[in-house]
């Protein structure tokens, strides 16, 4: 399986038609054709559906676009990383994090060396823990930010300094605004929104003294945005992290805290024998710097 093949197959499936994608790529139709058909050959499955007017993805197909942009991304890193100078460090730093106030700190880390370095460049991924392993197993990432429980034994790791604590989002004119805590019991019958992670572990049910089938829960969630958008709405109140969600004089939410208080933890991990780039190295290095200055403070 030629790089180059799977390159034609990514246009295929971006332009849904083949001779636009032959036109894009500068081969000829026949061609590209041909090339496609020997990479099914290859792999012995159907990739696309070829109509009239426009070409889809099989299921085997949509499979091989997941992976092929994985290949992608991780042979265009590679590549980034070897054309670094010797003499200016420059490059890419990956990070995948959770939703979580201790992103400032790795902003207020990258804003530091951004005077000395100009030339590092950063991308973040956002998305829910388990996506962020998997891609920070495959080499796509150099670092994770996960809010436990998460599983962070497999990695080297470090607890940053930042606690997140839980709370629940609610309109301003919800009956619960006028308390400065909410206890377990007052969430026991009201329509709540839980973060799809958090459905996974057994932490937030014993704070709440309820199991999961007990609990009106309405919808889940990955990333609290769109959430906040259902709960202004209306539909309900959302459990999730402080600090996540603007509830200024201006908005139309509020947040409170829970009451017993229930921290969430913060780690930075990355793969055990990771060789990192020199920009991701350094950013490293200024993390740990700026968080021994934090602590003696």
């Not at 990070?95 to 950063?122: F, S, V």
């Amino acid at each position: 399986m030629e790089f180059r093949v799977l390159s034609y197959f990514l246009t295929v499936a971006k332009e849904e038609n083949i001779s636009k994608a032959a036109e894009a790529l500068h081969i000829t139709q026949p061609t590209l054709s041909r090339q496609l058909s020997e990479l099914e050959e290859e792999l012995g499955v159907q990739l696309l559906n070829r109509g009239k007017r426009k070409t889809t993805l099989t299921d085997a197909g949509l499979l091989l676009r997941k992976r092929a942009e994985e290949i992608t991304s991780l042979t265009e890193k590679t590549k980034r990383e070897f054309r670094q100078s010797d003499a200016i460090v420059n490059g890419d730093i990956y990070i995948g994090c959770g939703e979580t106030n201790a992103m400032h700190r790795m902003a207020l880390t990258a804003k530091k060396l951004q005077t000395d370095y100009p030339h590092i460049r950063y991308h973040l991924f956002s998305a829910k823990a388990d996506d962020v392993t998997e891609r920070l197993d495959k080499g796509l990432l150099d670092f994770g930010l996960l809010i436990e429980p998460a599983n962070i034994r497999k990695y080297h790791s470090f607890e940053l300094p930042d606690t997140d604590f839980w709370g629940l989002l609610m309109r301003r004119d919800s009956s619960l605004c006028c308390k400065t805590r909410i206890t377990p019991h007052d969430l026991w019958d009201i329509p709540l929104l839980i973060s799809q992670q958090s459905l996974d572990t057994h932490e937030l049910y014993h704070w709440l003294q309820k199991e999961q089938g007990e609990l009106n829960i309405i919808s889940t969630y990955n990333l609290i945005f769109n959430a906040s958008l259902m709960v202004e709405a209306g539909l309900g109140y959302a459990l999730c992290l402080d600090k996540l969600v603007h509830t200024g004089p201006d908005s139309l939410l509020r947040f409170r805290p829970l009451q017993p208080q229930l921290p969430a933890h913060v780690y930075l991990i990355w793969k055990k024998q990771q060789l990192f780039s020199k920009a991701a190295a350094l950013f490293l290095d200024k993390l740990k710097e700026q968080i021994d200055i934090h602590l003696r403070n």
